[in-house]
């Protein structure tokens, strides 16, 4: 039985967003964390597990996120493997930030839904059974009024992880993210400092990076009002104080976390990616 879990009413100040092409990876780098993207195309919403078209397909799916008309509504269908569930913390800012990046005047709440079978801490995900599992946990079947994203929380580890790299989560087709729960886990804990406040807004902010992805962001869907899509490094921000910059420069991924949290800011969407956004979402 669906569970909702953290909701947030729209804020009268917006900010940003828009729809993604394809499996959006984010990979965490020993020395820096790396966000990784690769696109594959996408058309807008993908069909539920009987073959039929989901709703509301007559309006693009990156409008519906961006828009009050016609889905006031915005509900995150979160799967997810027991024991991998993101912190409290980073579902609250997740859905904080979405209400204001949104025009969702009825709401963002995130819901949880199928609890997944856990398939090991050592099993590798490929991109072709993370789209079957999609494919077969994704129900897509809110009331009229009210667009799904699908999130999937997940145990084991990606298939393209090497000893330089480890994906932390990628997103495709406008719909779906995947998170590696394990992953993410293991390259924030044992900190000196603040161990769980990076653990916390490590889970955030990879989340909210593949959200940009699977709205649209950077030129991935979701048109540019000017340039600014990093012409070496796909469908990234060349801004590094942007969230959807292609790394976070300095020392390590997690002591960028640590040095920003204990200087009072946090990466975010910059005025470009807000730009974007607003010229769909406002019109």
């Given at each position: ?154 145990d084991g580890h990606d298939d393209d992880d090497s000893a330089d790299g480890a994906v932390l989560g990628l997103a495709w087709a406008n719909t779906h993210v995947a ?65 959807m910059y292609w790394a976070f420069e300095g020392r390590a991924g997690v002591d960028l976390i640590r040095d920003r949290i204990l200087g009072g800011s946090l990466p975010d969407f910059d005025d470009e990616c807000l730009a974007d956004v607003a ?5």
């Open positions: 039985m669906r569970r909702r879990i953290v909701e947030h009413p729209a804020s009268i100040d917006k900010s940003i967003g828009m729809t993604l092409a394809g499996p959006m990876r984010i990979a965490f780098w020993l020395a820096i964390a790396w966000l990784a993207c690769g696109c594959d195309g996408g058309d807008g919403g993908s069909p539920r597990p009987d073959g039929s078209a989901p709703p509301a397909m007559a309006t693009p799916r990156i409008e519906r996120y961006l828009r009050a008309d016609p889905d006031p509504r915005l509900v995150i269908e979160l799967d997810y493997v027991e024991g991998t569930l993101p912190r409290e913390a980073a579902q609250s800012d997740l859905v904080a930030r979405l209400s204001t990046l949104l025009d969702k005047p009825e709401g963002v709440e995130i819901v949880l839904d199928d609890v997944i079978p856990s398939r090991g801490a050592d099993y590798a995900w490929t991109f072709e059974a993370l789209q079957a599992l999609a494919t077969e946990t994704f129900d897509d079947d809110q009331p009229a009024g009210t667009v799904s994203m699908h999130v999937m929380w997940l998170m590696y729960h394990s992953t993410i886990e293991s390259s924030c804990r044992g900190g000196p400092v603040l161990g769980a406040e990076v653990c916390a807004q490590a889970q955030y902010l990879v989340w909210l990076h593949e959200v940009g992805h699977t709205i649209g962001l950077v030129d991935n869907g979701l048109p540019m009002a000017s340039d600014h899509r990093d012409p070496d490094m796909g469908r990234h921000d060349v801004s590094e104080e942007c969230i010229a769909v979402r406002d019109r």
